[in-house]
């Protein structure tokens, strides 16, 4: 006799790992949140060593996938998406709250969409309600731009659309558009072309992989869409204090990001432009320095070039 596979809308897969209290505020938030169709909760523990798998006693509905080790956040979400049931998988941080009917119209809007679409972000809010993500339209060099200069808080709309290549610009972040890619925060995702695609990529160890499953998967044809009238909060993306060497740290792995998704040329002058941001920030609040920024340039452009070396746009240095 063949098996029956009992097909629901939606799976919410969260990651854990020693986050019980943040994981109980975010479980406790989509059991009181309006639903239209059936859904599960599937929870894939990254052998957390505080409570978390006692406090998900609380919970006997949820799906518990507890790992003998830390299997980090791609991989353990495509284990999570290899039991799933939902026609689409909701990858959504143990650090998220969401109310109301958000997820809900957020499903609802991907029913109308066409094929082409794999994945749809929700509009991102910090705690205090102000905005932390509307999705990410690149890595170009206007990209980076646009993002760390604030250059549409400075200049006039006509002017930027008359100066910035088309499309590098939202004009209007309130209407749903088409990103490069969107918060790994939460993502819902058609189930079928995640499985078809390979998942998350799991060699990106550290952060990175939404960028780089938006760019794979636009390789392919497929679109990543922004839809801001769902909103969750993300209490893992209030600012935190950095030093200019941990950004450096954090500047190099994303260098590699870019390099393997757009390009190496890209990737030297995204670097530059972000360092330089970064720079400026640091210096208005006299926390860094010319032979800081110079030393830095240095560091990084031999760091590129000892981990690219074998790109074939290596001699355009």
Same mark, same amino acid.
């Given at each position: ?67 003998? *080790? &830390?299997?980090?956040? =791609?991989? !353990?979400?495509?284990? /999570? +998406? ?6 689409? $998988? ?82 209007? *972040? &309130?209407?749903?558009? =088409?990103? !490069?890619?969107?918060? /790994? +925060? ?6 079928? $072309? ?124």
């Amino acid at each position: 006799m063949s098996k029956i596979l009992i097909m629901i809308k939606l799976s919410i897969i969260i990651v854990s790992y020693n986050t019980a209290s943040l994981l109980k505020d975010c479980i406790s938030s989509i059991l009181l949140s309006s639903f239209s169709f059936d859904y599960e909760i599937i929870v894939v523990d990254n052998h957390s060593t505080d409570n978390t798998l006692e406090m998900l006693k609380s919970f006997p509905s949820i799906k518990i996938i507890s790992n003998t *080790k &830390n299997l980090l956040f =791609a991989q !353990a979400n495509n284990l /999570g +998406a290899s039991i799933a049931k939902g026609k689409y $998988l909701l990858l959504l941080n143990s650090d998220t709250l969401i109310w109301g009917d958000n997820i809900d119209k957020l499903v609802k809007y991907f029913d109308t969409v066409d094929d082409s679409v794999i994945c749809i972000g929700p509009k991102i809010l910090n705690e205090d309600r102000s905005v932390q993500s509307e999705g990410n339209l690149g890595m170009t060099h206007w990209d980076m731009i646009v993002k760390h200069f604030k250059v549409g808080q400075i200049f006039p709309k006509f002017v930027i659309k008359g100066v910035l290549p088309p499309g590098t610009y939202r004009f209007n *972040k &309130n209407t749903p558009h =088409a990103v !490069a890619w969107v918060s /790994g +925060a939460c993502m819902l995702i058609r189930a079928d $072309l995640y499985s078809s695609v390979g998942g998350l990529n799991e060699k990106l160890e550290f952060y990175g992989e939404e960028p780089e499953f938006g760019f794979r998967t636009s390789n392919l044809g497929y679109r990543t869409l922004y839809y801001p009238y769902s909103e969750i909060i993300h209490l893992g993306g209030k600012s935190t204090p950095q030093s200019f060497r941990e950004k450096e740290m954090s500047l190099r792995r994303y260098t590699i990001l870019v390099e393997q998704t757009v390009g190496y040329s890209y990737a030297i002058w995204t670097s530059r432009i972000t360092r330089f941001s970064y720079f400026l920030k640091y210096l208005m609040t006299f926390k860094s320095s010319i032979r800081l920024l110079i030393r830095y340039e240095t560091d990084v452009i031999k760091y590129i070039k000892l981990k690219l070396k074998n790109s074939p746009e290596k001699d355009h240095l």
